[in-house]
């Protein structure tokens, strides 16, 4: 089953996978909303807890008060956020209807979660800024950057984070999962894609600006292996990722990625080092 979404921004044609108990369990939606639900839903059940152990040691998560997630898709990853710190406000904003709907249904910590898109209503009155796995898919990065300006302060910081492709690795090997990851990056950066440059400090440094200018960079790694993950879960995930680089790839290669994947979950010693690359911004000071 192939479908477009548009509304997300995401233009990518997302073939649906079997579904878990979340997708599931809120009925009325599209396929294609409906996988990029579950798709959302499992890699934080997969990654989040990597990137909080991250998260809750910087002093701009300590301090911040009021926190937006830009691009909050179905908003688990902001739940989960919350749940560390009920004390915060949070918002999350996402240009899909339908993610911003599944969001609002299931969220039991009393976020606000709304539609939207830049330019943004909301001014100055965030001290954190999220933007995780969002740069990648911003046609005009700069123009993004800057529509986030109005919702700082002088002491505002933003957290990108984005999987890195390239820092990532599989034991055993997954040499046809990797070949359509070449062919996909290739694309992105023949195409100048924004997701060729969100692993490079000085493109990234040029489009974010001059009203924000990088702080920190680092990378983490989520460790998954058959004691730490859910195999089913990581199944559909990276059975997700295949459906993305579909596009880019012959149909038989894409086949023979995918019967690679499940008989490396099933077999025997798996793991995989997923890399997140995180990149913390602070707002200019305006002299
Ligand atoms: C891969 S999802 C990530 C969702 C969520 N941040 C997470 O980590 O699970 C990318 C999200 O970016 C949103 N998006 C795309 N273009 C956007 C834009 N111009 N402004 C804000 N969000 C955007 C999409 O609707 C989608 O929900």
């Not at 997969?46 to 926190?67: G, N, T």
């Not at 339908?98 to 009393?110: C, P, Q, S, T």
């Not at 001014?123 to 911003?138: A, N, W």
């Not at 992105?188 to 990088?214: H, K, M, P, Y």
């Amino acid at each position: 089953m192939k479908k477009r979404i548009t509304s997300t921004g995401i233009n990518t044609t997302f073939i649906s996978s079997p579904m878990n108990e979340a997708a599931v369990a809120l009925p009325g939606f599209s396929n294609a909303a409906r996988s990029w639900d579950e798709l959302l839903t499992d890699q934080v059940d997969l990654l989040a807890e990597f990137e909080l152990d991250y998260i809750k040691m910087l002093p701009e998560w300590r301090s911040a008060h009021r926190v937006v997630d830009i691009g909050c898709g179905n908003g688990a990853y902001l739940s989960k956020l919350a749940g560390q710190d009920p004390s915060k406000v949070y918002l999350g904003i996402d240009p899909s209807n339908e993610l911003i709907a599944f969001a609002k249904a299931r969220d039991a910590n009393g976020i606000s979660f709304r539609r939207g898109h830049a330019p943004f209503t909301e001014t100055g009155q965030f001290d954190l800024i999220l933007l995780r796995f969002v740069v990648q898919h911003i046609s005009n990065p700069s123009a993004f950057f800057h529509d986030l300006l109005p919702m700082a302060h002088c002491g505002t910081s933003a957290i990108v984070i984005e999987p890195s492709f390239a820092g990532s690795t599989a034991q055993p090997s997954l040499p046809e999962l990797t070949a359509l990851i070449a062919r996909y990056e290739r694309t992105c950066r023949s195409e100048q894609r924004t997701r060729a440059l969100v692993d490079d400090n000085a493109a990234l440094a040029a489009f974010i600006g001059t009203g924000w200018c990088i702080e920190h960079t680092g990378r983490i790694t989520a460790r998954l292996d058959r004691a730490t993950w859910s195999s089913e879960a990581l199944r559909r995930v990276l059975h997700g990722w295949t459906s993305m680089l579909a596009p880019n790839s012959p149909a038989e290669n894409v086949d023979c990625a995918r019967q690679e994947i499940d008989d490396w979950i099933d077999g025997a010693g798996a793991s995989i080092e997923i890399a997140l690359n995180i990149t913390k911004l602070q707002r200019r000071i305006m002299q």
